[in-house]
């Protein structure tokens, strides 16, 4: 997983600004019948994000913050959770062009939240 956040790092040079993507109210889904429980969203949250290289911190019950250092570029997500929906939103971010008045970012943050996103619907799905 490293190798594809490595590849998408090269290919940060030459691509343009796009809206910045963000995950809303994505369902929880695990693989059994049985209720999830909120720590197992949550471990299943950090492992994801850790297995891609963010580093995962939790802020509180229900959030935790991720963020990804490439080289000189950074990029920092709130993950809110529940046991039944997530969501990942966009905090802040250096060296990524990001345009506030635009809702604009460098394109490669959206694949890098885009990866983010179905690494954790792999670990819920493992639950």
């Known amino acids: 997983m ?3 956040v490595a590849g998408l790092s ?8 796009a809206q910045i993507y963000n ?3 994505n369902a ?3 693989a059994s019948d049985t ?3 909120s720590s197992d969203v949550e471990k299943a949250i950090l492992r994801a994000g850790g297995g891609l290289g963010w580093v ?3 802020v509180k ?5 991720g ?3 490439l080289r000189t570029h950074v990029a920092i997500v709130s993950i809110k959770y529940n046991t039944k929906e997530y969501s990942i939103n966009y905090v802040d971010s250096t060296n990524l062009d990001y345009n506030a008045a635009a809702n604009t970012i460098h394109s490669n943050y959206n694949g890098w939240v885009q990866n983010l996103n179905r690494a954790i619907q792999v670990q819920i799905g493992l639950i």
């Open 2 to 4: 490293l190798a594809i």
């Open 35 to 37: 209720q999830v429980s």
């Open 56 to 58: 995962m911190k939790k």
């Open 61 to 65: 019950d229900g959030q935790i913050q």
């Open 28 to 30: 929880i889904e695990g």
């Open 10 to 17: 090269m290919m940060f040079f030459g691509c343009g600004a």
């Open 23 to 25: 995950v809303n109210n």
């Open 67 to 69: 963020t990804l250092t």
